[in-house]
């Protein structure tokens, strides 16, 4: 007589993390690696011309934001080498809560940019949707100061695609894959700049 197999112990594993990691791959394949180079070209030439990259963004882009600067600011270091200055304009959380409580939450980094940016600088900014309002204010702010600006974003690029001067538009609607997308990107265009730099070292 045969015995009854149990079918709830014999169903297939559950395989939504691979189907994540497999569209995930389809989405960083289409990254426009172009625009991730023309990035890393001016965030070089900014630092060679003694220049300052300001980076913000929302959640977890505030996140990525202040990854990005720690990988620009400390990963570049070599001791005779004049230092990259990369600022996250999302870290300061008593600057962030005073503009947000005392004018808007719209203006919490075109106010502190305002304080700071200079014409040559550059503003690296980083919004899944491209519609964070206080995003495009620090864009539009960093522009009128005469700054280059670059954004992440992805869905349709948002607003903010009309108002960067270079965008990278992760071709995805999934706001997971889009921010996955971004840590890939900023770690390339770290990779990059550090490249780069080591090579113009090794001209000297």
Known sequence: MKTRTNSAVQAPPRIESREYLSQLRTVI?????AVVDQMAEVILRGYQQSRTVFIFGNGGSAA???HFA????????????RRLRAICVSDNVPMLTAWANDLSYQEIFAE???NLIASGDMAFAISASGNSMNVIRGLEVARDAGAKTMVLTG?????VKSIADICLVVPS?????????????????FTS????????????
């Open 173 to 189: 609607d999934n706001m997971q894959h889009i921010e996955d997308a971004h840590l890939c990107a900023a770690h390339a265009i």
């Open 64 to 66: 990525l934001a202040s």
């Open 29 to 33: 394949e289409r990254l426009d690696t």
């Open 112 to 114: 502190q940019l305002r």
């Open 193 to 204: 700049v550090l490249h780069r730099m080591r090579q113009a070292d090794e001209d000297e």
């Open 70 to 81: 720690c990988d620009l600011g400390k990963g570049t270091i070599r001791a005779e080498r």
């Open 155 to 159: 869905y349709d690029g948002g607003r």
